[in-house]
């Protein structure tokens, strides 16, 4: 599929303390804490509903163990997921995230800090803190990810939210960009040039961040090349800047090296 016809695939990940369940909050049949973990799951619910009319969404569902972490770490390197969104929607532990970002192939990163609720209300019940203790571990989760060399973001709010919706859609669609890029390769003229150093570019950089190869042209190729053309005819040359089409009309040059301009036209 054309890239501009591909809607972008993003791996959403939710991650919740297996110290809860082990508490026994999460299977509460009765007091305080009963129903609570249905909330989050309803929650989890809401979110993937919301984030699947913008993007293709391959959800984990509420994940709590380590061997859960790495299941999912390796379905998303199989679908070969353009980006994660991580949302530990309530406080969890760190080795379920060790162990997801040791399996995981690295991508753009994108941390969720998640409130459920509209207003701060003037106090919490327990139970309702919890439910809002998801940005403890985003905090917490964002030591772990430095230390792994990970490079993230991090936003907060809830999905009915119109700005935190547009954070992410610009996240998504800067991570769509560069999965895009992947294998490009760039011609750079001249090719070292010592008299401007400052044009210089980490060509490793390229490679490892973005997956662009760079070619350097030397200047005598390209002077090669542009000898080879005797006539240059063109007519209106079309190109598309900011979703607009501009004509740009070329003379006719005949017996004489073509002008970079001119020949970056037709190219």
């Known amino acids: 599929m054309p890239m501009a016809e591909r809607m972008p695939k993003v791996g959403l990940l939710f991650l919740a303390g297996d110290s809860w369940w082990e508490a026994g909050i999460c299977d509460a049949k009765s007091g305080q804490f009963a129903g609570f973990i249905q909330k989050v799951e309803q929650d989890v619910a809401s979110i993937t509903g919301t984030l699947a009319r913008e993007c293709q969404i391959v959800s984990s569902g509420l994940l709590h163990s380590t061997e859960q972490a790495i299941k999912e770490a390796r379905r998303f390197n199989d679908e070969q997921v353009d980006a ?3 949302c530990p929607i309530i406080w969890t532990n760190d080795p379920p995230v060790v162990a997801f970002l040791q399996n995981a192939r690295k991508v753009p990163f994108l941390l969720f800090a998640y409130n ?3 207003d701060f209300p003037p106090a919490f019940k327990i139970e309702e803190w919890l439910r809002a203790s998801g940005p403890v571990s985003v905090q917490q989760s ?3 990810l430095k230390r792994f060399g990970w490079d993230f973001d991090v936003c907060f709010g809830n999905e009915v939210e119109e700005e935190l919706l547009a954070e992410i859609r610009a996240f998504v669609r800067a991570a769509s960009v560069k999965r895009g890029l992947m294998g490009t390769r760039i011609g750079v003229l ?3 040039c010592r008299v401007v150093i400052s044009t210089w570019v980490d060509e490793f950089f ?3 961040k973005f997956g662009i190869e760079l070619q350097f042209i030397p200047v005598e190729a390209y ?3 542009v000898r080879q053309v005797q006539v240059f005819r063109a007519g209106v040359v079309e190109r598309r800047i900011d979703g607009s089409v501009l004509g740009f009309r070329v ?3 005949c017996h ?3 002008p970079i301009p001119f020949f970056h036209a037709d190219a």
Request: glycine share 4%; net charge neutral; hydrophobic share 40%.
């Open 223 to 225: 002077a090669a090349l």
């Open 190 to 192: 001249p090719s070292s």
């Open 116 to 118: 459920p609720y509209p």
């Open 206 to 208: 390229l490679l490892e």
């Open 251 to 253: 003379g006719r040059l």
């Open 142 to 144: 964002s030591n772990i």
């Open 84 to 86: 994660i969104i991580c």
């Open 256 to 258: 004489h090296p073509v």
